[in-house]
């Protein structure tokens, strides 16, 4: 069963404490995306990962980190940092990095992010 | 700042009924994305159609792009219950090594039995 997990599916933190966020892909892709959603918007770009190793700020990194040393994996904090946290969050992946604009990307179930 | 922008914000129809949703940007683009997104859940890519191109079908689908207008225009035929999601363009448009899409603020369908 191929696709993209992201786990918990809902996830309540106290306000001042980080959070992970996970997302796993069986895909063999090499890129990787992080958006978030707020209620009657559109996704905006947190941070994007080419290859292993490697990833780039996206439009609203700030308050967030993530790493990059599997494949597979792609996790997102939300550091006590990030002034309004709770949304929603999507994880996505294409074959490449071109191929993700120029044909499409594979979003993840989403992760419900709510601070108390 | 968004690129696309979609219109209705809603729309509700019987099921059966065409439904149409228009989405403009500003700039000029590459290509534009439309995504499917069930309530809660993660996007689902629909179709893709290129600057180059003005009409695309899939199934009960129908794409157009006027790039003259900067707006495309999604058509869903024969709707059905389950047809029932918010929809949204993606647009694309190359330039200094960025692969970014950036997505309108969707227009939320509702397909009534």
């Known amino acids: 069963d191929g696709g993209i997990t992201q786990s918990p599916k809902y996830l309540f933190r106290k306000e001042g404490q980080n959070v992970t966020l996970s997302c796993e892909q069986n895909l063999n892709h090499d890129a990787m995306y992080w958006y978030r959603q707020d209620p009657g918007q559109g996704l905006r770009l947190i941070y994007y990962?080419?290859?292993?190793?490697?990833?780039q700020k996206g439009d609203i990194a700030e308050g967030y980190s993530v790493s990059r040393e599997k494949k597979e994996s792609f996790p997102l904090t939300v550091t006590s940092a990030q002034k309004n946290p709770t949304a929603f969050y999507l994880c996505?992946?294409?074959?490449?990095?071109?191929?993700?604009?120029?044909?499409?990307?594979?979003f993840g179930p989403g992760t419900r992010l709510t601070v108390l | 700042s968004q690129q696309g922008e979609e219109d209705p914000q809603a729309l509700s129809i019987q099921e059966g009924e065409n439904a149409t949703m228009n989405c403009s940007y500003k700039?000029?683009?590459?290509?534009l994305q439309w995504y499917r997104q069930n309530s809660g859940r993660g996007l689902v890519h629909l179709i893709l159609i290129r600057s180059n191109e003005r009409e695309k079908h899939s199934g009960r689908l129908r794409v157009t792009l006027d790039t003259s207008k900067k707006s495309s225009s999604l058509l869903i035929t024969a709707s059905r219950a389950a047809d029932t999601a918010s929809y949204f363009c993606?647009?694309?448009?190359?330039?200094?090594?960025?692969?970014?899409?950036?997505f309108g603020k969707g227009t939320k369908l509702s397909v009534i039995p």
């Open positions: 990962s080419q290859i292993v190793n490697d990833f």
């Open positions: 993606a647009t694309f448009k190359a330039g200094a090594g960025s692969y970014q899409l950036t």
């Open positions: 700039t000029s683009i590459n290509n």
């Open positions: 996505a992946s294409s074959p490449d990095y071109a191929s993700g604009v120029l044909n499409e990307q594979f």
